[in-house]
C-alpha cells in the first residue's frame, strides 16, 4: 500500500502547482475591476493549494520514486481532482450552474474539448472567460506535463508521469536526454506557436482579450470562445484563415515542430507521414465537400462554399470545434464526414483527440498486409511506416486500442438511447465527446450546446470526455483485478510459502 500514498503524495504537489495557476485569472480580474471576481479566484487557488499542501504533508513519509503503474493511477486521479477544483470558482461566480453542469465545462476545458453548457458568454465576467481558456491551454500539453517540468524540483521523478499523460508518440521518443528538459521543450515550442497565434490575430483584428482568449484555444484545439455566436460573431474571412493555419500546426506532432526550429529545415513536415496524410486527407475533403454543397445549392456560390467548408472542416477534423455556420442544416453526408475525419486526422504527439493518424496507417496497412499474407502465407511482409518496421506487439496494441475505442463509443451512445435521446443527437454527442472536438449534430449542434441534457447524459458525456483525452486505457487498465493486486501488503520474508 506504500505506493498508493507515494501517488497521493504528488498528487498533493500537483495541487499546490495547480492552485499557483489561479493567479492568472486573479490579474485579468484586477486589470478589468472586477474585484469580486478576481477574490473568488484569489481564495480558489489557496484553497486548492492549501489542500495539496496538507496531502503532501500527510503523506511525506512515503515519497518515493514512481513505478510505471503509479503513472496510470496518478494521471487518472490527477485529472479528476484537478477539473473538480477547476470547476469550484465557476460554481462560485455562476451561481445557477450546478456540479454537474461545472464539472462539465471544466472537464471539457483540460480535456480541450469545447463543449459548453453555458450561455450568455458575451457578459460573463473577463476572469471567468480568461480561466475557460486558459484550461483549454493547461490541458493543451497535459497539466501532468507541466508538473514534470516543476515536480523534480520538489525531489519528484517524472517519468512515469510524462509517460502516462504526455498524448502519443511524444510518450516514447525523447526530445532532449533528461525528461525535464524534454517537458520544457515541449512547453516552449507550445508557448512560441501560442505567442505567434495571438499575434497573428491581433493582426487580423481580435481585441487583445479576445487574441489572448482565442489563442489559448486555437493552440490547444479547443473551441471555447468570448462570444456565444462562436466565430461567426467577428465576421472575418481573415480571423478564419489565421485560425485554420494555426489549427493545422496544433495538429501536427509537437516534436515534429521542435525538430523542425532545433535544425531550422522546414524539410522535417515533409518527411512526417502523419503531416502529409493529414494535409491531403483535409485538402481533398475541402475540395469534394465544397463541391458537393454547391452541387446541393446549399449555396449559391462556388468562394461561399469554399470558405464556409474549409473554415468548419479544418476545425472539425482537427477536433477543435470551433464553428462559423450551421453546418448541421447541411446535407447529412457533409458534417457525418466532418465528425468522421475528427476520429482520424490529428497526429499523434499533438493536442488532438480522436484516434489519431498514425493509428489509422498502421491499420489501413495491416489490413493490407493480411490479404497479402492470404495469399502469400510464407511471406515475410514486415508491416512499414516511412520506411520504418512498426513491431508486431505495437501493431497488437494499435488494434486493441482501436477495438476499445469504438467499443467504448458503442457503450456510450447505448447509454444515452437508454436515456430516450435520439440517435443522431446521442450517437454525434458521444463521438464529438470522445474526439475531445466540442459539437456534435442534433440537440447539441454547432448552434446549440450541451445545457439541453440531463445531468445523467451530461455525466455520460463527461466520462466519454476524460476517456477520450487520456486515451482509454491509461483509465481502463485501473479495472483489472491484476493492477490492484501489485498494490497488495508486501510479503514478509524473502521466500516463496506453501508447496
Known sequence: MRSIFAVFNVLGSLLMVFGALYLLPVVIGVVYGENGTALTFLTGGLGTAAAGFVVRLATRRYREELKPRDGYLLVTLGWLLVTAAAALPLMRELPELSFTNAYFEAMSGLTTTGATTLTGLDHLPHAVNFWRHALHWFGGMGIIVLGVAILPLLGV???????????????????????????????????????????????????????????????????????????????????????????????????????????????????????????????????????????????????????????????????????????????????????????????????????????????????????????????????????????????????????????????????????????????????ASMNNA????????????????????TWVCTAAMFLGRIELFTVLVLFTPAFWRKYGPRPVGRGRSGA
Open 438 to 457: 466540442g459539437p456534435g449534430l442534433g440537440l447539441v449542434g454547432p448552434t446549440h450546446n450541451y445545457q439541453v441534457l440531463t445531468d445523467f447524459q
Open 157 to 431: 521523478g517524472g517519468m512515469q508521469i510524462h509517460r502516462g499523460d504526455t498524448p502519443g508518440a511524444v510518450k516514447d521518443a525523447k526530445l532532449t536526454p533528461r525528461i525535464t528538459q524534454t517537458a520544457k521543450a515541449l512547453w516552449l515550442v507550445y508557448c512560441g506557436i501560442t505567442l505567434l497565434c495571438m499575434l497573428s490575430l491581433l493582426a487580423a483584428g481580435m481585441s487583445a482579450f479576445d487574441a489572448l482568449c482565442h489563442a489559448f484555444s486555437i493552440v490547444s484545439l479547443g473551441g471555447f470562445s468570448t462570444h456565444d455566436a462562436n466565430i461567426a460573431w467577428f465576421h472575418s474571412a481573415r480571423i478564419e484563415m489565421v485560425m485554420c493555419v494555426f489549427m493545422i500546426l496544433a495538429a501536427v506532432n509537437f516534436t515534429t515542430h521542435f525538430v523542425a526550429i532545433r535544425k531550422g529545415d522546414l524539410s522535417v513536415y515533409r518527411r512526417d507521414p502523419e503531416a502529409r496524410w493529414m494535409v491531403t486527407w483535409i485538402a481533398v475533403s475541402i475540395v469534394g465537400l465544397t463541391g458537393y454543397l454547391y452541387a446541393s445549392g446549399v449555396y449559391p456560390t462556388i468562394g461561399e462554399s469554399l470558405r464556409n467548408v474549409t473554415f468548419n472542416l479544418i476545425s472539425t477534423a482537427t477536433t477543435s470545434g470551433f464553428v462559423t455556420t450551421d453546418y448541421s442544416l447541411w446535407p447529412l453526408f457533409a458534417p457525418m464526414w466532418m465528425l468522421f475525419l475528427g476520429c482520424l486526422i490529428p497526429s499523434t504527439g499533438s493536442v488532438g483527440g480522436g484516434i489519431k493518424i498514425f493509428r489509422a496507417l498502421v491499420l489501413i496497412k495491416q489490413s493490407f498486409r493480411e490479404m497479402f499474407i492470404l495469399v502469400h502465407p510464407q511471406a515475410v511482409a514486415p508491416l512499414k511506416i516511412a520506411g520504418a518496421v512498426i513491431p508486431n506487439r505495437a501493431v497488437y496494441s494499435v488494434l486493441a486500442f482501436i477495438f476499445m475505442y469504438f467499443m467504448t463509443v458503442v457503450v456510450l451512445t447505448f447509454a444515452l438511447l437508454l436515456s430516450n435521446l435520439d440517435f443522431i443527437t446521442a450517437f454525434s454527442a458521444v463521438l
